[in-house]
């Protein structure tokens, strides 16, 4: 990440990102192996033969053809995760054995970071070089972290109201659905397989249609580390069908999604009107950035931009809405905009490009209609807001001023690296202004004062608040959402537990010489 | 069947594969390939050719700041193979300079970094590189133990090594899971505890498990951020240098870790004393305990864990499975050459079974096959050295004299060396001194009970708290005893399970602190409460 701060020596004058479609990639992209579903240690074709197109955003052509599952695939994948977890090995080894598997699948994945970088470089956008150092080493790291804990789950032995010697038994849930986004597809596959495998429980997990590529890639890799068959289950396709399939399941425990907001609400809904399975979800944000007047200004504008243009602002925790105390608030925006306009839109697979396209025609379009609501609304427009080059889904870094709290370009998520800077007075008003939002994601505050930090942080309802720094994530580290960001956590030992069920054992005790 | 059982019972107890179930779990399952096929020797087969084992001793000198080096004062100690009382190799022989040497590399180390200032996804890589060394270096590593301690090779090799690796896994595992906790307050505070490594760490294990305990020790001292000095005990030197050699390798900074041969009433008493250690980890007699913490008290306070000596009860009910209990209890105590500090070292048997079990418990013994422990099939080996050897025949003798029934053994075997009969003693009183102190031999003593309120007030009537083993179908007596010994760890229907993530330590005079699982960890950390004041705090 650091790699993105630093690109830039700020005001040397080469002005706006050079427009789009670049020479060839250094880099050859590898054949695509697996484009079929992986159920119960298989690679097959869709029940239908129904097949989709998977796309390279950076052209719009198709990259490849890949199976769709529909209702019956994901009931035959669910049908391999009962068995595995009911009959099978994976729950009933050690928490060392299951460690051991998932180690090895950890080094496995390491060894391949280049290929499966480059199928989330083509298949989302990514900026390859980034999902090499970061990305993949990243879902090494929480697999390696997960794999730590899986011998580490205690339950704890309780004290009871009378003689009797009661205990909890931490178990896993069982058979889980994951249903993950497009814009992180390695690391929220990450994110949401390892600790549930921790846990000992079974899976089927629905890969974005956006980015189906990487997931099978692990899938396959995950049998050569020895993970069981049937253990976990990649069945690619949409979600109004397979979505949809696995959040009404009556035979899948508990759905895990990570998504927009809309779609949270309809999986919720299934789950509640199928078999009440719990349900964890993290959605969308509208994350305020506040900084306040005793903030080093050329480094908040750094961190600000790198909020909303990292990922090309396809990222929910992105700092959409920017808070800058008045004192600093000119200065701030002038060196905001500098670097906004020196930042790079290019090939994700050129080493220079700090932003590749957005992920799919739908949200490209979906962000240049933001734009011009923006404008519409009043805002003021101070750079971007146009799409690079004529090829391909790449949009400019776009920064709105003079932006009021209710206007909707503060208060939907555009996810595109577009920006929404205002203007506040007192601590008081930059509190209320940040909590503003149906979202409770993530915050950001930049300022030297302990008391501002303590008070600020919290003080917003929001599931992570970083001071001074942004996007710092961790394996160790949980986030999720208040609000209409969602429930649940993901990460850290918060991430494991959501994949286990609590027994309460209690037996009388006789003779007990202490109760 | 008793010898496979046995085995097994082994793998189960030690292996890294075995999981966390209960002996008789266990013993209902298939255990797999890797179980030895052996012969009943009888254990008149004494050590006649001694089997050279294919090792060379690379290190003997001191490791320090990542470097060996010669003894400040040019000195040397023989370590002896106990098979033959013969020398194995010389060995640096550490003293107060050597150790201030250690600390020295140790403080510097802590103080300026790089190992607690890097990340503990680094540390943990670190301890995972070196787990998959050792691996690697398995067959040298358990012959180097049994070379130096005389226990069974096949021990070392299919438990010990893997287990040593087991806990070096689990420690990695915990290294980016330390938390610390924010806290609430009564006003308007904002709260949090820091877990703090707490800097360098003194630590001194046994001759009795040279490569658990160093496990035991640095696993949990690494994973929170600390800097070592170790002493290994004079009697087993070697292969504590080997695997601090191959942490070096795995990329442990120098001055981590320093590994120091010496013994206790010098170097041992120097790191104890030291002004600039930090903290203190004993492993080792209950007599050697006390001067520890002594030293500790008198010098600068340091904090003082003690996992010390045992006499630890194993009680078989009536309505136990005899034969599993049989083979449980005779693995309890003879298990390692009864040097284990958790020994079943007595054996309380209800009355209606007893003499069924002891019948049994005295075949048993005379099946035990003593000999070179780099024969396979060879279950127990010699004593560690001429001293314990010594002592645990006084304490047969002694069995003897206060009219204890000698059911079998008693004598050494063969001519050389240091190799003791399994020994079954019944008719066993509470008073008697084979009842009251710590043996660490192939001593077993047979005791009988009528009630369950006698024998947990007669299982209780010791100086030692370490370990209990508890043998009875029935869940109301289980439910009871467990609560009501006043012991570290109690095994229920099993005996010696070492997973990772159990607590062991003792009561009483057994010791104090835990090591093992997560409570291991508090030995290795400092809790610091950072306070301050809130400002229009949104909530309290």
Sequence with gaps: ?515 | MAARRLSWLLSRSLSAASGPDSLLHSLGRNSGGGIRKWKRFSTAAAVDEVIIPQVQIPYTQHLIDGKFVDSASGKTFPTYDPRTGEVIAQVAEGDAEDINRAVVAARKAFDEGPWPKMTAYERCRILLRFADLVEKHRSELAALETWDNGKPYQQSFNDELPMFVRLFHYYAGWADKIHGMTVPADGKYHVQTLHEPIGVAGQIIPWNFPLLMFAWKVGPALACGNTIVLKTAEQTPLTALYVAKLLHEAGLPPGVVNIVSGYGPTAGAALASHMDVDKLAFTGSTETGKIVLELAARSNLKPVTLELGGKSPFIVFDDADVDQAVEAAHFALFFNQGQCCCAGSRTFVHERIYDEFLENSKKRALKRVVGDPFKSGVEQGPQIDTEQFDKVLRYIRSGIESNATLECGGQRLGSKGFFIQPTVFSNVKDEMLIAQDEIFGPVQSILKFKDTEEVIRRANATRYGLAAGVFTKNVHTANTMMRALRVGTVWINCFDVFDAAIPFGGYKMSGTGREKGIYSLNNYLQIKAVVEPLKNPAWI
């Excluded at chain 1, 790699?3 to 002005?15: E, F, R, T």
Aim: charged share 20%; glycine share 8%.
């Design chain 1, 1 to 515: 990440m650091t790699s993105l701060s630093n690109g830039h020596a700020a005001n040397d004058s080469s002005p706006s990102p050079s427009p789009s479609p670049l020479p060839p990639p250094p880099f050859k992209i590898p054949p695509i192996k697996f484009t079929k579903l992986f159920i119960n240690g298989q690679f097959v074709p869709s029940l239908s033969g129904k097949e989709f197109e998977t796309v390279d955003p950076r052209t719009g052509e198709v990259i490849v053809k890949i199976s769709e599952g529909r209702k019956e695939d994901i009931d035959v994948a669910v049908n391999a995760a009962r068995e595995a977890f009911d009959n099978g090995p994976w729950p009933r080894m050690s928490g060392v054995e299951r460690a051991r598997i998932m180690m090895k699948w950890a080094d496995l994945i390491e060894e391949n970071a280049e290929e499966v970088a480059a199928l989330d470089a083509i298949d989302a956008g990514k900026l390859f070089h980034l999902v090499k150092v970061l990305d993949i080493p990243a879902v090494a790291g929480a697999i390696r972290y997960y794999a730590g804990a899986a011998d580490k789950i205690h339950g704890e032995v309780l004290k009871a109201s009378r003689e009797f010697h009661a205990y909890t038994l931490m178990e896993p849930i069982g058979v889980v659905g994951h249903i993950i986004p497009w814009n992180f597809p390695s690391t929220m596959f990450a994110a949401k397989v390892s600790p549930s495998l921790a846990a000992g429980c079974t899976m089927v997990l629905k890969p974005a249609e956006q980015t189906p590529l990487s997931a099978l890639f692990y899938a396959h890799l995950a049998k050569q580390a020895g993970i069981p068959d049937g253990v976990l289950n990649v069945v690619p396709g949409f979600g109004p069908t397979a979505g949809a399939a696995i959040s009404s399941h009556m035979d899948i425990d508990k759905v895990s999604f990570t998504g927009s907001t809309d779609v949270g609400r309809a999986i919720m809904h299934a789950a509640a009107s199928s078999n009440l399975k719990p349900v964890s979800l993290e959605l969308g944000g509208k994350s305020p950035l506040l900084i306040f007047d005793d903030a080093d200004v050329d480094k908040a504008a750094d961190l600000a931009l790198l909020g909303i243009l990292f990922n090309k602002g396809e990222i929910c925790v992105a700092s959409s809405r920017v808070f800058v105390q008045e004192g600093i608030y000119d200065e701030f925006e002038k060196k905001l905009v500098e670097k906004a306009k020196a930042w790079v839109v290019g090939d994700p697979f050129d080493p220079k490009s700090q932003q590749g396209p957005q992920v799919d025609k739908n949200q490209f379009e979906k962000i240049l209609s933001y734009i011009e609501i923006g404008k519409q609304e009043g805002a003021t427009l101070l750079t971007g807001g146009k799409r690079v080059g004529n090829k391909g889904y790449y949009i400019e870094p776009t920064i709105f001023s003079n932006v009021k709290e209710d206007m909707r370009i503060a208060q939907d998520e555009i996810f595109g690296p577009v920006l929404a800077l205002m203007k506040f007075r007192s601590i008081e008003e930059a509190i209320k202004g940040a909590n503003n939002s149906r979202y409770g994601l993530a915050a950001g505050i930049v300022t030297k004062n302990i008391d501002t930090a303590n008070t600020v942080s919290r003080s917003i309802r929001a599931g992570i608040v970083w001071i001074n720094c942004y996007f710092a994530f961790g394996n160790d580290i949980p986030y999720g959402g208040y609000k209409q960001s969602g429930f649940g956590r993901d990460f850290g030992l918060e991430g494991l537990h959501k994949y286990l069920q609590v027994k309460s054992v209690v037996t009388p005790i006789y003779n007990s010489p202490w109760l």
